[in-house]
């Protein structure tokens, strides 16, 4: 069966070709302005994906940034320039006349690290992707979660402090101001104010404070610089914050974490995991929820897009 996934991104479209299971192809585009040439442009991915050969495709599975509805309608999509309440789905098989999926990113890059990736032997896992914001999918029982209207998953905007900075959702104090790479360039810049002397992140941002971002603390703990640890370890605090209201929710077996951010590796997840285990409702009277790196980086959506395509999940 040969299945083609699409990872819609604010910059590019990434798309696979899966078949057999395998990778076989891969194509990026950037993502165009406006409906029409998006629509466009996906459709010819599709064909990129296919070769000269032209494959036969059995389904084309789509995941898109925002709000998508079970009948794959893009509602909310900030990062996008196209109309609102997107028909993507029907728009798509009209055009391709092949089976079309379209689901919210995170929850794709869920399902494939679940098929392919790190989240492999486990029916209780949410993989919460790292990012600019905060993104998520959930499985329970195996299956994905998509709740009642096909949005769930936006964990980044779970409220962690109500007087906490202003999100671009229009809310104070959401969880991915806090554990974002956003949030932690901005627990840079408040340690960096404090001592700015000798600050090796400050020395990497170019000796501008407002210009410190995330990057450059993870450089600086990658060179062992003792600032850049203590912010590491307060932005691990965040994230494990979240992440337990998300475990006392949903008692998963595993977090799955992505994103970029996830390339400072053990410096990140060690003291995640050590968080965790004390936030956690009933900690140390609980199995410790498994916190592992995901394997697929930027391909997941992609690719657990094209096993959506594939069949009802």
């Not at 696979?16 to 194509?27: H, N, Q, R, S, Y």
């Not at 977090?255 to 970029?260: E, M, S």
């Amino acid at each position: 069966m040969a299945l083609c996934g699409i990872d819609l991104g604010g910059t590019k479209c990434l798309g696979v070709l899966v078949d057999g299971g395998e990778i076989v192809a891969e194509a990026r585009v950037p993502t165009p302005s406006g409906t029409d040439a998006l629509v466009a442009e996906l459709a010819g991915v599709v064909d990129a994906l296919r070769g000269p050969g032209s494959v036969a495709i059995d389904g084309v599975g789509i995941g898109a940034p925002g709000l998508v509805d079970r009948r794959g309608v893009l509602r909310v999509a900030p990062n996008l320039a196209v109309e609102p309440d997107l028909e993507l789905r029907a728009v798509l098989e009209a055009a391709l006349g092949v089976r079309v999926v379209v689901d919210n990113d995170a929850t794709c890059a869920a399902w494939g690290e679940r098929e392919v990736g790190a989240a492999r032997g486990f029916d209780d896992v949410i993989l919460v992707t790292l990012g600019t914001g905060i993104g998520g999918g959930i499985i329970s029982d195996g299956r994905l979660h998509r709740g009642a209207n096909g949005f769930a998953g936006e964990i980044g905007h779970m409220v962690i402090h109500p007087d906490g900075p202003r999100c671009p959702c229009g809310q104070q104090g959401c969880w991915e101001r806090f554990a974002s790479g956003n949030g932690l360039g901005r627990l840079a810049r408040e340690a960096v104010a404090e001592a700015p002397g000798g600050s090796r992140i400050l020395e990497l941002a170019g000796g501008d404070i407002e210009g410190v971002r995330g990057e450059h603390v993870t450089a600086a703990v990658a060179e062992g610089d003792a600032q850049a640890g203590e912010v590491l370890g307060r932005f691990a605090w965040w994230t494990a914050l979240g992440l337990a209201n998300l475990a006392n929710i949903f008692d998963p077996e595993a977090f799955v974490l992505g994103g970029g951010l996830i390339r400072a590796g053990e410096a990140l997840l060690a003291p995640t995991r050590a968080a965790l285990a004390e936030l956690s409702f009933g900690a140390g009277r609980r199995p410790e929820v498994t916190v592992v790196a995901a394997q697929l980086g930027e391909r997941a959506g992609a690719i657990g897009a094209a096993f959506l395509a594939g069949g009802d999940h």
